[in-house]
């Protein structure tokens, strides 16, 4: 006997669905006892389990007992009970004739050992899915009506609410929480180091998913937060109450909707010479960012003042491509930052300003810092190479780059992990 329910409602009752489906079907096999048949104690309910799919526990024990010629007879009430797929049906019965196993609905008198009963069985299915796939348009023609009403129509509860007589309700310490997000996307303009910052703080859902950067993109788009009911799509005004504003939505959706290559661009224009006031040639004189224009395209370069001001063409440096000279200096700064000296020199100066600032946690801070370089905006990077770069002085065959101590510790200070509330406001 097999047994089937598509939901749960009702399972805990003392008799529900599924017992009445069993006694429909034992009250058969009694009536077959002159055909020797006989009931096996293994019980085959698949309660809380939809009939468009195969994937049932007790759907999987019953076929493995047919495979092993264990079962002779299946018998259900209904045969959507089985099945209410017209192709997945018509797999079964196929696999039940390879081991010669006939199947039997109480409430409908068919044999598929004939092909007249093969006809009406194939007839019956076809019944089933069209009735499956009617309620189905009903299901989604009555949730396209409830969402057009702005009504809540379950799924997982958004980060700041909470669900009572199916209706959405805010929760005010969680609401708190969104609008911190959002205010800090509007201040950093960046998802990955607002992502990064809420990973450090153990920021999680109410389902305990970390807010990961993934997660935040999808509470920073949830229409939602403005008072919202969306389906398909499409808009409507919701019955809940909004989270979010719409100067603060308008903000981070004006920030969202440029390109982070187009932001970084624009950001670039804006910003001066990454190593102006801090680039020397051999002669101690200083290097000067300038440019020239070729078919549109602007190239950028640092020129010695000497060789700029006295015309003198025996100046060892006297010109070099800036973005190349650029990159050459992010390299080894970035590299310096991770070697011994350089972060047991940081934490000696750090522990003046906190004493209990470890070896290890600014190991870790200029480790990190790392990673996060190559997210940083054009005009963050600039800052962070005044902060940590004294000079850097150009000869023929090398480059020497003095770093600043205390831009180190001034770094370290910025990065150490902050609770992320505090951070917000």
Do not use: C, F, M
């Given at each position: 006997m097999y047994t089937r329910k598509s939901s749960e409602e009702g399972l805990d009752m003392d008799f529900n669905s599924l017992d009445a489906q069993r006694e429909s079907c034992e009250a058969y096999i009694v009536s077959q006892r002159a055909e020797g048949w006989t009931a096996v104690s293994d019980r085959y309910d698949d309660g809380g389990f939809s009939g468009g799919t195969l994937e049932r526990p007790a759907l999987k024990r019953l076929l493995a007992g047919v495979q092993a010629g264990k079962i002779d007879v299946i018998v259900v009430y209904k045969i959507d009970r089985l099945s209410r797929s017209m192709l997945d049906f018509l797999n079964l019965v196929e696999l039940f004739e390879r081991h010669g196993v006939t199947f039997v609905s109480v409430t409908q008198s068919f044999n598929t050992k004939d092909a007249m009963g093969r006809m009406a069985l194939n007839i019956l299915v076809t019944f089933a899915q069209f009735e499956r796939e009617l309620i189905g348009e009903r299901i989604r023609d009555k949730v396209a009506a409830s969402r057009k009403r702005g009504k809540w129509m379950g799924g997982?509860?958004?980060?700041?609410?909470?669900?009572r007589d199916r209706k959405l309700l805010i929760h005010e310490v969680d609401a708190e929480r969104v609008r911190a997000i959002f205010r800090r996307f509007v201040q950093l303009k960046s998802a990955t180091l607002l992502a990064r910052e809420l990973v450090v703080a153990n920021e999680r859902t109410r389902y305990g998913h970390l807010l990961d950067k993934g997660v935040l993109y999808k509470i920073l788009h949830n229409r939602v937060y403005l008072g919202e009911a969306v389906h398909k799509g499409t808009s409507y005004p919701g019955e809940?109450?909004?989270?979010?504003?719409?100067?603060?939505?308008?903000?981070?959706?004006?920030?969202?909707?440029?390109?982070?290559?187009?932001?970084?661009?624009?950001?670039?224009?804006?910003?001066?010479a990454l190593l102006k006031g801090l680039l020397f040639g051999p002669d101690g004189a200083a290097m000067s960012p300038t440019h020239t224009r070729k078919s549109g395209r602007l190239y950028r370069y640092y020129i010695s003042q000497t060789a700029m001001k006295q015309g003198r063409s025996d100046c060892p440096v006297k010109l070099v491509p800036a973005a190349e000279l650029e990159r050459i200096i992010i390299d080894q700064v970035r590299l310096l930052l991770q070697t011994p000296e350089v972060i047991v020199q940081t934490w000696r100066a750090l522990r003046k300003q906190a004493a209990d600032v470890s070896e290890a946690e600014v190991r870790s801070t200029l480790l990190g810092f790392d990673e996060l370089w190559d997210e940083l905006f054009p005009a963050e990077q600039a800052r962070i190479v005044q902060l940590l770069v004294e000079r850097i002085d150009m000869h023929a065959g090398r480059m020497d780059i003095t770093l600043k101590i205390q831009g180190l510790t001034s770094l370290s200070s910025e990065l150490q992990p902050q609770p992320f509330q505090q951070a917000a406001e």
């Open positions: 997982w509860t958004p980060l700041g609410y909470e669900v809940h109450k909004a989270i979010i504003d719409r100067k603060l939505w308008d903000q981070v959706h004006d920030i969202l909707k440029e390109s982070p290559r187009k932001r970084a661009n624009n950001s670039r224009a804006q910003t001066p």
